[in-house]
């Protein structure tokens, strides 16, 4: 790394937190192509059009498990094979990984599944009505890709609930006022207890097939060779923990983004039909990955913005690109009916999210159905006491959102 590289805990202070979009608005205009130092260090890329090359750019690997290792720098020597799925591979490995499951997740099967979403969302509105107030991540924006995910895998409803206190324990790692040893502790005890109960599911679900995405991806593994048995592991954790953290942190950011922005949020009440087109702004606004996963260079690679040297951990910063006025007009305004011009915050290229028309299924019926039965809905404190995941937390989210109605 070189000398000039920010320090993280410069970078991502109480305020960057609160609001990173001035900080990413410094870094697009003076070092858009920023090395920082940290956890890991790594080259921060901010410019729409930057960003976009990068990543598609082959001169960049995803594979973490290829030489150089460095996996081990970004999860850590513990995570074991945890990770070694599609999101962290190059072509091939990465077109087998993902045809495997990719139709399970083509628009026409997700459609499928439009009643029963709707049924987990008036379930969970259900529960909350009564009570005229609510902590809506935990009562809503959590459960609900989580038991959509969880359903779809084929985890039994007996484990859900175990299975989402370790995938919380991971989402809001550094938050509990812990030292950061224990964090790093209690992250590690998480994962492995997760990676247990997951392999020994598969081993169970191989001896007696089902009918489900875990009984799919074994299929692959038992009849066409297709995947290894730790293959199916550790994408059964990709799709669990891609397929509700998003989405989660998606809605809550979403609703305190309307709540703040109450013109909008009236706009979107009289016009429902503006929804679809709602989600994509919401989500360009104030995403819930603010950095894509992590790339490799394997060369110097020069982009108009600078340069990162071979070696180097990349983070394409989506967050920071989807509010670069070059790109977008007026960019920190929340405007739902933007229409201009596609946004990152599904990525692109090869790894464009897998469960984009899940997410968007899921974000319509969820929103659509708060916004109609919980006409009222406010803030129950202050926007600025909203709790969030910590800065440096490689998601964008809410540790609670306080509401009543
Ligand atoms: C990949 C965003 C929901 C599964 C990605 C990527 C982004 C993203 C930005 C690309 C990462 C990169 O290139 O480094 C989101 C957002 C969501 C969401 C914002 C919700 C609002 C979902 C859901 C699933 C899912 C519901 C369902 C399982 C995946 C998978 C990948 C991925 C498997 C890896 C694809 C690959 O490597 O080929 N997502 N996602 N995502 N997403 Fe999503």
């Given at each position: 790394m070189t000398e000039d590289a920010v320090p993280g805990r410069e970078l991502y202070s109480d305020e960057f937190a609160a609001d990173p979009y001035p900080t990413f608005a410094r870094l697009r205009t003076d070092r858009p192509v920023c090395p920082v130092s940290g956890r890991f260090d790594q080259y921060l890329i901010t410019r729409f059009d930057d960003a976009r090359v990068a990543l598609t750019d082959p001169r960049l690997s995803k594979d973490l498990y290829g030489p150089g290792q460095h996996y081990l720098r970004i999860f850590g020597p513990n995570s074991a094979g945890l990770n070694r799925n599609m999101l962290n591979a190059d072509p091939p490995e990465h077109t087998r990984l993902r045809r495997i499951v990719s139709q399970a997740f083509a628009p026409r099967r997700i459609e499928a599944l439009r009643p029963r979403v709707a049924r987990i969302v008036d379930d969970l509105l259900d529960k909350v009505l009564p009570h005229g107030r609510s902590e809506l991540m935990h009562d809503f924006a959590i459960p609900l890709p989580m038991t959509v995910i969880c359903e779809l895998l084929g985890i039994p409803p007996a484990d859900h609930g175990r299975v989402l206190d370790w995938t919380q324990v991971i989402r809001t790692s550094g938050s509990s006022g812990r030292s950061a040893e224990e964090e790093r502790a209690a992250v590690q005890d998480a994962q492995l207890r997760l990676h247990h109960y997951l392999a020994d599911l598969v081993r169970a679900k191989r001896a007696r097939p089902d009918d489900d995405l875990i009984g799919a991806l074994i299929a692959a593994c038992d009849d066409d060779?297709?995947?290894s048995e730790a293959e199916v592991v550790a994408t059964t954790f990709l799709l669990l923990f891609a397929g509700h953290q998003t989405t989660a942190d998606f809605l809550g950011n979403a609703v305190l983004a309307l709540l703040t922005h109450p013109e909008q949020l009236e706009l979107l009440r009289t016009t429902p039909q503006l929804l679809p087109s709602a989600i994509e702004e919401l989500l360009r606004f104030d995403g819930p990955l603010p950095v894509a996963s992590p790339r490799i260079a394997t060369e110097d690679v020069e982009y108009p913005g600078g340069t990162v040297p071979r070696g180097a951990i990349v983070g394409v910063v989506i967050n920071a690109a989807n509010h670069d006025p070059a790109h977008f007009a007026d960019p920190d305004r929340l405007d739902i009916r933007r229409v201009r011009g596609p946004h990152l915050g599904f990525g692109h290229?090869?790894?464009?999210?897998?469960g984009v028309s899940l997410a968007r299924m899921e974000a319509q019926i969820g929103l659509g159905a708060l916004l109609r039965r919980l006409p009222g809905l406010r803030l129950a404190v202050p926007a600025a006491e909203v709790r969030r995941l910590p800065?440096?937390?490689?998601f964008r989210g809410l540790l609670e959102l306080p509401v009543t109605f």
């Open positions: 060779a297709a995947l290229g090869v790894h464009y999210c897998l800065a440096a937390s490689p």
